[in-house]
């Protein structure tokens, strides 16, 4: 619904120096104008071009935040779908990954969360779905068959509304044979490793990720 590689910039400059990596941080259609599943169609364009240019599967990681956060899962879901070669692994930052908005910390994180609502976030799931079943796996990847997609670092913030998120996906995931990692940034904001460079804690997360790409790609 919202955001731009502009506006990614930063965070995909800090992960890229701390994975000593380069980041592709592509434009990807969005709702309403392109609804569900024009995002994940183009996420997974996108990882294939990469191939195309010649980079290896094995040395490549998806990540992104909050909805971007579900759309790795989604992209992942598609190309493991697709009988493509899989990347490294993915990295899910605050991943909104139930847009039926069943999650308990909607509601008990409510008064903590600065940024995300579940009133928000319910207006945002129809304008990206349009009348598609909010259950459908490659719009909310914690009701798909997570089994055979890469290894997972989830992060999240404890003081969010979509903790919940994060918790369920990485508890599916692990139950799927999925290697997967959860860090729970306590107190934390929603997609806090925004912040780095301002907030300490946002800096050790933007540093493990690096060292968990580094891990995932040597």
């Known amino acids: 619904m919202i955001s731009s590689p502009h506006s990614r910039r930063k965070l995909a400059g800090h992960l890229a120096n701390a994975a ?4 592709l941080v592509p434009r990807y259609h969005l709702a309403p104008e392109r609804p569900f599943p024009s995002a994940v169609e183009d996420a997974a364009a996108d990882y294939r071009w990469l191939l195309g240019e010649g980079h290896h599967p094995e040395r490549v990681v998806i990540a992104g935040d909050s909805s ?3 759309l790795t899962i989604a992209a992942m879901l598609k190309l493991r779908d697709d009988s493509a070669a899989l990347p490294a692994g993915g990295v899910p930052i605050s ?3 139930d847009l039926a908005c069943t999650g308990e910390t909607l509601e008990t994180n409510a008064t903590a969360d600065l940024t995300a609502t579940k009133a928000s976030l319910q207006r945002m799931a129809g304008q990206y779905l349009q009348g598609e079943d909010p259950h459908t796996p490659l719009a909310s990847p914690l009701y798909a068959d997570l089994s055979g997609i890469p290894p997972l670092l989830v992060v999240v913030g404890g003081a ?3 903790l919940d998120d994060s918790v369920r996906l990485s508890r599916s ?3 799927a044979g999925v290697d997967v990692t959860l860090y729970i940034g306590a107190g934390m ?6 912040y780095c460079g301002a907030i300490p804690e946002s800096d050790a997360a933007v540093a493990m990720i690096g060292a968990w790409v580094r891990s995932r790609t040597s």
Request: hydrophobic share 55%.
């Open 20 to 23: 000593g990596a380069r980041a």
């Open 68 to 70: 971007a956060g579900g």
């Open 95 to 97: 991943p909104w990954a």
């Open 160 to 162: 969010e509304a979509l």
């Open 173 to 175: 995931a692990g139950m």
């Open 189 to 194: 904001q929603h997609i806090f490793p925004i």
